[in-house]
């Protein structure tokens, strides 16, 4: 590092986080000059930057530096770099070999042993995904309800997988909604679309419910899902009825509660009339309010023909408690 860079440093490690103010008042360098060291010290890992404009500040980069020369076969990679992302304890994405890499120096792993074990965990879990790249989690939901109302539920991936934890898709929703970060939930709705569009012209779906949010909060999920995905079909209208304290069904950990929870919470205010409808939540965790809402749409005899169900992520098993989103 030249002389400017070092100072930079220097600066950063002695007051702990500095601003670009600060840092050109301490540099007595123009804001443009600044800006082009910061960008090399943050490429080259010796800063860390934090926040967004107009609220940035650099931090000294103290993560563990991934070993470039790593390499795996052909395969391997391919794989992990269609599944593997990782989000950071300060909030960065790191995809592919380089976020795997990263992942096994955090955890002290060899990084060629694990990536062997994490294919073989990915093809494990393979086994259930159809032609499509959808998993079919219809005889999940008949395993864990007496009645159906849904003819079939899928969802897009597994929230999570054995020793390696959230998958890509389960990473960018728990982020998105507990960050409420409308670029991240755009990026995991571009990433979905093409696949909810395929299985809308195999079923011919008419009309799209989507399920309401429980939480307030000031960016909703489903709602900027619902806007990004802009799928052009006609929108049931459904209501979630308030009640003195919102429950979420996350909280729940007995399947007959969930229920009661979306019977009494979930309400269908239209006087349409469709035909295939697609049901569209962020996650399956009993699939108690897919099921519900599906039950719902039968009662107000809005529904001529099939109701499917779709989820960003499911659980692998029959009842687990995706209690994180």
């Known amino acids: 590092m030249k002389d400017t860079k070092q100072k930079i440093v ?17 540099t007595c360098i123009s804001k443009q000059a600044l800006f082009l060291h910061l960008k090399y010290l943050v490429e080259n890992n010796f800063l860390t930057k934090i926040g967004t404009p107009p609220r940035v500040f650099y931090i ?24 593997f992302l ?11 070999v380089e976020g795997f890499v990263y992942w096994c120096s955090s955890n ?49 991936d597994f929230y999570a997988i054995e020793r390696f934890g959230k998958t890509k898709l389960g990473q960018l929703l728990l982020y998105s909604k507990q960050s409420q970060d409308k670029k991240l939930i755009k990026s995991l709705s571009l990433w979905v679309k093409d696949r909810i569009l395929s299985l809308i012209k195999e079923y011919n779906i008419d009309a799209v419910c989507f399920i309401p949010p ?7 999920f489903m709602k900027e899902f619902e806007k990004n995905l802009n799928l052009g079909l006609k929108k049931i209208k ?5 009640s003195d304290i919102a429950v979420p069904q996350k909280t729940l950990n007995k399947i007959e509660d969930r229920v ?8 269908v205010n239209d006087k349409g009339s469709y035909g295939n409808i697609l049901i569209i939540d962020d996650a399956v965790g009993s699939g108690s309010t897919l099921n519900i ?12 023909g099939k109701i499917i169900g779709i989820a960003i992520t499911g659980s692998y098993k029959g009842f687990d408690v995706i209690s994180e989103v």
């Not at 809402?293 to 529904?303: D, F, H, R, S, Y």
């Open 10 to 26: 220097k600066c950063v490690k002695e007051r702990g986080s500095v601003s670009p103010k600060d840092l050109v008042e301490y």
């Open 60 to 83: 000294i980069n103290e993560e563990k530096k991934v070993d470039s020369k790593i390499t795996f076969k052909e395969d391997i990679k391919k794989a992990i770099n269609e599944n």
């Open 86 to 96: 990782l989000i950071t304890s300060i909030g960065k994405i790191k995809e592919g």
């Open 108 to 156: 002290n792993l060899e990084p060629n042993k694990t990536a062997k074990e994490y294919v073989n965990i990915l093809k494990k879990y393979d086994k259930y995904r159809l032609k499509s790249g959808l998993i079919d989690g219809t005889q999940k939901i008949k395993d864990s309800f007496d009645k159906i109302f849904l003819n079939k539920i899928f969802y897009l």
């Open 214 to 220: 429980t939480v307030k909060r000031e960016t909703q």
């Open 238 to 242: 459904v209501v979630k009825i308030k």
């Open 260 to 267: 009661k929870n979306a019977e009494s919470t979930f309400f």
């Open 293 to 304: 809402m599906a039950k719902k749409i039968k009662q107000a005899k809005i529904n001529k």
